[in-house]
Nanobody, 119 residues
Framework: QVQLVESGGGLVQPGGSLTVSCAASGIIFSIAAMGWYRQAPGKQRELVADISSGRNTNYVTTYAASVKGRFTISRDNDKNTVYLQMNSLRHEDTSVYYC?????????WGQGTQVTVSS
């Protein structure tokens, strides 16, 4: 059974930094591409960043235009964990952040972690 468990959300001031984590189980993590999505109240869920599978450090990453240069996605295959480091946070980054993967033609989501950017 595939499980994705996010952690690390919280309240942060504008301009601050936060790192959220997603621990995966039930999959061969190294061959799973992973992604982070977010959904703000009243808005559609959107892709924030994703990272390719593999066992080396030459991962392919993509970012939404709104976070490029501020957010960094990374993975640790030994810990079955994917991270999203968020810098220079803005009010508009306030959302529930979800971890995502696709395995055997099925989509899997974590329960989400709330990130609130407020002074």
């Amino acid at each position: 059974q595939v499980q994705l468990v996010e952690s690390g959300g919280g309240l942060v001031q504008p301009g601050g930094s936060l790192t959220v984590s997603c621990a995966a189980s039930g999959i061969i993590f190294s061959i799973a591409a992973m992604g982070w999505y977010r959904q703000a109240p009243g808005k559609q869920r959107e892709l924030v960043a994703d990272i390719s599978s593999g066992r080396n450090t030459n991962y392919v990453t993509t970012y939404a235009a709104s976070v490029k240069g501020r957010f960094t996605i990374s993975r640790d295959n030994d810990k079955n964990t994917v991270y999203l480091q968020m810098n220079s946070l803005r009010h508009e980054d306030t959302s529930v952040y979800y971890c995502y993967t696709r395995c055997a033609l099925r989509d899997y989501w974590g329960q989400g972690t709330q990130v609130t950017v407020s002074s």
